[in-house]
């Protein structure tokens, strides 16, 4: 891209949601003032329907003088050319540098579309990007829930077993704690400790 059709490209601004390059940016570009650039148009009117070019309203031109330092004094309120409207106003203009100027404002306004269109496959891949990153997350969350419900019946689990375990620890503390009769074959030098209780 040269310089000449990235400075073009600064020129074109948005109004009423449409792509513009406004009267005194144009006639900079062409060498002339911007009231003969106007007065030519004024004779031509026919040409430029609202579609191809339009004059901004008196909020507007606060909105973009304000943005423009360099806008300097003007009377009436400037007009605003789309792609259609420079088209049109090159149709009207015989001299080689005025030709190769609209030309080169038409291959900005193009440009310029080719990277909206760009950006906004760029905004389509994001998109889709951020659906599955969202779908990958509900289903991380969707685990992480059948985890937690697992992890609360193997907890259940595990504090039933150990409740069994205390009991049966309790149960074999009574078992120790009571005498248990001596199981086997009497000796009969042994005396039999059921007769020396009588």
Known sequence: MSADELSIRKMIIEIRGVRVILDRDIAKLYGVT????????????????????????HDEFLLFQ????????TRTLPYAFTEQGVAMLSSGLHSPTAIQVSISIIDAFVALRAFVADNQLLRNEVKNIELQL????????????????????V????????????????????????????????????PDSRSSRE
């Open 66 to 73: 304000n943005g423009i330092s360099s806008w300097g004094g």
């Open 34 to 57: 911007t009231g003969n650039l106007n007065k030519a148009v004024k004779r031509n009117m026919d040409r430029f329907p609202e579609r191809y070019m339009f004059q901004l309203s």
């Open 155 to 190: 907890r259940k689990e595990i504090a039933d077993i150990y409740q069994a375990i205390a009991e049966l620890s309790i149960k074999l503390n009574e078992n120790k704690s009571t005498p248990r009769p001596k199981i086997g074959f009497k000796i009969n030098d042994e």
């Open 134 to 153: 969202k779908l990958l997350q509900s289903e991380q969350n969707q685990n992480l829930e059948a985890i937690n419900d697992l992890s609360e019946d």
